[in-house]
T-cell receptor, first 114, second 116 residues
Framework: EAQVTQNPRYLITVTGKKLTVTCSQN?????MSWYRQDPGLGLRQIYY???????DKGDVPEGYKVSRKEKRNFPLILESPSPNQTSLYFC?????????????FGSGTRLTVV | AQKVTQAQTEISVVEKEDVTLDCVYE???????LFWYKQPPSGELVFLIR??????QNEISGRYSWNFQKSTSSFNFTITASQVVDSAVYFC?????????????FGKGTSLLVTP
């Protein structure tokens, strides 16, 4: 089944404790992206990657890191999480050939930082 | 700047009623794509449809239909004979060539509640 897999689905952590949210897709998509969803603010892009070893900042990159060492994986790293990073996070992927394709989203990771 | 407005924050209907979710967008791009996504209570984002700026044909998929009108910058979504399973938050999104990284600009969403 074609899908984007995120783990974990739920995570509660403490301020300052480094964490990684994994994301993997099995569709051979070049483009991958991370979004966060917050009440009243909607969905906002954090980082994106056009292909292996190519990453760039989205609208709200502060406090996050990403890497794209393999085409299928695009982990989101929070080096020192803070409570304002409590949010619902989505990974997404799509073919990068123009904008002809809908984005496939993962199931989401609900992160709480206390 | 790009903007997507979903003026209806919440809609409540009784099962079998038809319901239309409004989406109005702003963009300076001449080439752009519009999307609708569904977010059920379980939280995932489900892709429903994409439409490019050069294709103004309306589309119907089962009980779902979409009306794209460039003249009014609108991309409205209609559910015919709504069902309880349609209860969800629906997002309209826009992506233009000027978007860095093909980013999607989402509206704030419309929460639809369908009651039996």
């Amino acid at each position: 089944e074609a899908q984007v897999t995120q783990n974990p689905r739920y995570l509660i952590t403490v301020t300052g404790k480094k964490l990684t949210v994994t994301c993997s897709q099995n569709m051979n998509h070049e483009y991958m992206s991370w979004y966060r969803q917050d009440p009243g603010l909607g969905l906002r892009q954090i980082y994106y990657s056009m292909n292996v070893e190519v990453t760039d900042k989205g609208d709200v990159p502060e406090g996050y890191k990403v890497s794209r060492k393999e085409k299928r994986n695009f982990p989101l790293i929070l080096e020192s999480p803070s409570p304002n990073q409590t949010s619902l996070y989505f990974c997404a992927s799509t073919l990068a050939q123009g904008l002809n394709y809908g984005y496939t989203f993962g199931s989401g990771t609900r992160l709480t930082v206390v | 700047a790009q903007k997507v407005t979903q003026a209806q924050t919440e809609i409540s209907v009784v099962e079998k009623e038809d319901v239309t979710l409004d989406c109005v967008y702003e963009t300076r791009d001449t080439t752009y794509y519009l999307f609708w996504y569904k977010q059920p209570p379980s939280g995932e984002l489900v892709f429903l449809i994409r439409r490019n700026s050069f294709d103004e044909q309306n589309e119907i998929s089962g009980r779902y239909s979409w009306n794209f009108q460039k003249s009014t910058s609108s991309f409205n979504f209609t559910i015919t004979a709504s069902q309880v399973v349609d209860s969800a938050v629906y997002f309209c999104a826009l992506s233009g060539l000027s978007n860095s990284g093909y980013a999607l600009n989402f509206g704030k969403g419309t929460s639809l509640l369908v009651t039996p």
